[in-house]
Structures are given as structure tokens and as C-alpha cells.
């Protein structure tokens, strides 16, 4: 064992912090329950009455502070025993402040001052670049809605457009059956016609003959009577 751990060990000021300790361990063991009592008698006051109570926020404030200030005693953050057992010879402790770093040097300064506008610039630019984008999927998105709503309106019209070109050709098929069934028509009585006309220009050169038998016959008969 060294020197210094034997004047550590013999240290008188380490030893009487002991029974304190214990004793602030039992102050808190009864001040954590009394915070709890008092929350819930500030809580059904504002309860009923809809404002905070001033003395609660108060009494709050205060045991923080002993809170705080029995903390850092305990853990050897400060010297100065906390209420009740205040030491009041010993000076306040404030909370230890992190060391000032150096002033740093002008070009340091500069350097520094130098890259924090490029940062700066880097940062604009990018949001300049995805306002752009933002903006160019906004516009696409205008564009094809216009455009389904232009698709929208325009199939009526096609649909239209398309039910009268097939109407128009339905009757044009249909004129042209009729046309058909007409020269068909036509044909038919021009062949009966000239198959009637053929029929009796048949009958007559049949007929002929025998009329020309009767009058040979008629002259003959008239002959022989006047002789």
C-alpha cells in the first residue's frame, strides 16, 4: 500500500461524510412519497378548479432544488451539505463549468468561415434542385391529367363519330342490296318478256301454214263450181 492510499484511507473529512450520506438516504426515501402526495392534491385542486395552485408549483420548485443539490452531494458533485444539515461555513458550490477551449487563430476563423458558406451554398443548391423536381413532377402530373381529361372528353365524340361512320356504312350496304335486288328484278321481267314475245312469235308462224291450206282449199271448191 502506498503513501497516498494510506493518507486517502486516514482522511477524516471522508469518513464523517459517511453517517450524512445515510441520513440524506432517509430524507429522500420520505421526500419522494411526499412529492407524490402533494402532485395528486395539485392535480384534483386544478381539477375542480381549473387553474394550477401557485403554492404546489411552488413547493415543486423548492424540493427540485433540494433534489438537486442532495444529488450532487451524494455523488461528490459538491461539499456543501444541502438543507437541513448546511454546512454554513463551508462556501456555496457552483456547478463546474467545462473548460473555455483557445480562442481560435484568425486563419482558423477564416477557414472556418469559408467552408460554413460552402455548406451553406451546398445546402441552397440543393434545395434549389428538389424545389426543381418538385416542381417538374407537379407539372408532369398537370400534363397527364390534362391529358386524361382531354382523352376523356374526346372518346364521346370518337365514339360518336364512330357509331355514324358505322350507320352510314350500314346504309350504304343496305342501298346497295336493294340496287342489286332491283336489277335482279329488271333482269326477271326483261327475261319474261322476251320469253312471252318469243312464245307468241312461235304460236304465230305455227298458225300460218294452216291458213294458207284453207285458202288453196277455198280456191279450189270455187273452181270446180263454176265450171
Known amino acids: 500500500m502506498n503513501d497516498r492510499t494510506r493518507e486517502a484511507l486516514s482522511n477524516t473529512d471522508t469518513w464523517a461524510r459517511l453517517p450524512v450520506m445515510l441520513l440524506f438516504y432517509l430524507l ?15 392535480w384534483v385542486m386544478r381539477l375542480f378548479t381549473g387553474e394550477r395552485t401557485e403554492g404546489v408549483t411552488e413547493f415543486g420548485d423548492t424540493l427540485a432544488a433540494w433534489f438537486s443539490q442532495t444529488a450532487r452531494y451524494l455523488t461528490g458533485g459538491a461539499e456543501r451539505r444541502p438543507f437541513p444539515f448546511e454546512d454554513l461555513d463551508c ?10 477551449a483557445a480562442a481560435p487563430a484568425p486563419g482558423a476563423r ?10 451553406r451554398s451546398s445546402r ?4 434549389e434542385s428538389s424545389a426543381g423536381k418538385a416542381g417538374g413532377e407537379r407539372s408532369s402530373e398537370k400534363q397527364s391529367a390534362a391529358a386524361g381529361s382531354a382523352s376523356k372528353k374526346a372518346s364521346p365524340k370518337t365514339k360518336a363519330s364512330k357509331k355514324t ?6 346504309g350504304k350496304k343496305t342501298a346497295g342490296k336493294k340496287k342489286t335486288a332491283k336489277k335482279k328484278t329488271a333482269k326477271k321481267k326483261t327475261a319474261r318478256k322476251t320469253s ?4 307468241a312469235a312461235s304460236k304465230k308462224t305455227s298458225a300460218r301454214p294452216g291458213e294458207g291450206a284453207d285458202g288453196d282449199s277455198g280456191q279450189a271448191g270455187g273452181g270446180e263450181s263454176g265450171s
Do not use: Q, W
Request: proline share 8%; net charge positive; hydrophobic share 45%.
Open 124 to 127: 441552397a443548391a440543393s434545395d
Open 91 to 100: 462556501p456555496s458550490d457552483h456547478p463546474a463549468r467545462m473548460p473555455s
Open 110 to 119: 477564416a477557414a472556418s468561415s469559408a467552408s460554413e458558406s460552402k455548406v
Open 165 to 170: 361512320a358505322g350507320k352510314k356504312t350500314a
Open 196 to 199: 312471252s314475245r318469243k312464245k
Open 28 to 42: 429522500l426515501a420520505i421526500a419522494t412519497p411526499l412529492l407524490m402526495v402533494v402532485s395528486l392534491a395539485g
